[in-house]
T-cell receptor, first 112, second 111 residues
Framework: DAMVIQNPRYQVTQFGKPVTLSCSQTLNHNVMYWYQQKSSQAPKLLFHYYDKDFNNEADTPDNFQSRRPNTSFCFLDIRSPGLGDAAMYLC???????????FGPGTRLTVT | GQSLEQPSEVTAVEGAIVQINCTYQTSGFYGLSWYQQHDGGAPTFLSYNALDGLEETGRFSSFLSRSDSYGYLLLQELQMKDSASYFCAVPDQTGANNLFFGTGTRLTVIP
C-alpha cells in the first residue's frame, strides 16, 4: 500500500544533542510537509517542500532545519533540542494542493 | 490574521448524531477541510468543501456556508471508535499548498 512512513516512531534525545527525524513516501507526491504537534494542540507547520523548493514558515525557529534529497525522502534536523521541542513531529504529503494531505504516523520526540 | 474557532470538547451518546462547528476568518478563502485524529495517531483526511452546501461521505457529512464563514462536520450513527479529535483547516494565507488548522474539537462518545 502506498503510504507515508516515519522513523523512528519514538525518539529520545538529550538536551542540546542534535537529532534527525526521517520521513519517506511511496505516494509520489510533489509536496512534503513537517508539522510539530504538542499535546492537545493543532498541528503547526514548520516547513514544506514543493518538489525541491523549500519553504520555511516565518515563525519556525532557526534550530529546525530540513532536507529533501529526493522526491521520496525528507528529513527534519533539530540542531540543539530544548525541552520545549518535545512534541509529536508529523510528516505529510500532498499531490499538489494543500487541502487533502496524507500524514505519517508521527515521531514522538522526548528531550531529557 | 487567520483564525479558526471550534468548540474544545463535545460529548455524545453512541448511536446519536453530533455536529462540530467551525467558524473561520481568513483572506482568500479556498475551501474548508476536516481531519480526524485519534489519540497518539496521525490526522486523517475526512472531507473538503470548496462550495456552499453539504457533502456526504457515509456516516460523515460536511457543510459549508461561505457567506457566514462557517462550516460543520456532522457525524451520524455515532460509534465508540469515533471518539477522537476533529480539526477543521483552511489553506494558509501564505500559500495555498499549506493548511492552517483550527484548535480542534475532542469528541467523546459514551455508551
Amino acid at each position: 500500500d502506498a503510504m507515508v512512513i516515519q522513523n523512528p516512531r519514538y525518539q529520545v534525545t538529550q538536551f542540546g544533542k542534535p537529532v534527525t527525524l526521517s520521513c519517506s513516501q511511496t505516494l509520489n507526491h510533489n509536496v512534503m510537509y513537517w508539522y510539530q504537534q504538542k499535546s492537545s494542540q493543532a498541528p503547526k507547520l514548520l516547513f514544506h517542500y514543493y518538489d525541491k523548493d523549500f519553504n520555511n514558515e516565518a515563525d519556525t525557529p532557526d534550530n529546525f532545519q530540513s532536507r529533501r534529497p529526493n522526491t521520496s525522502f525528507c528529513f527534519l534536523d533539530i540542531r540543539s533540542p530544548g525541552l520545549g521541542d518535545a512534541a509529536m513531529y508529523l510528516c505529510a504529503t500532498s499531490p499538489g494542493g494543500g487541502n487533502e494531505q496524507y500524514f505519517g504516523p508521527g515521531t514522538r520526540l522526548t528531550v531529557t | 490574521g487567520q483564525s479558526l474557532e471550534q468548540p474544545s470538547e463535545v460529548t455524545a451518546v453512541e448511536g446519536a448524531i453530533v455536529q462540530i462547528n467551525c467558524t473561520y476568518q481568513t483572506s482568500g478563502f479556498y475551501g474548508l477541510s476536516w481531519y480526524q485524529q485519534h489519540d497518539g495517531g496521525a490526522p486523517t483526511f475526512l472531507s473538503y468543501n470548496a462550495l456552499d452546501g453539504l457533502e456526504e461521505t457515509g456516516r460523515f457529512s460536511s457543510f459549508l456556508s461561505r457567506s457566514d464563514s462557517y462550516g460543520y462536520l456532522l457525524l451520524q450513527e455515532l460509534q465508540m471508535k469515533d471518539s477522537a479529535s476533529y480539526f477543521c483547516a483552511v489553506p494558509d494565507q501564505t500559500g495555498a499548498n499549506n493548511l492552517f488548522f483550527g484548535t480542534g474539537t475532542r469528541l467523546t462518545v459514551i455508551p
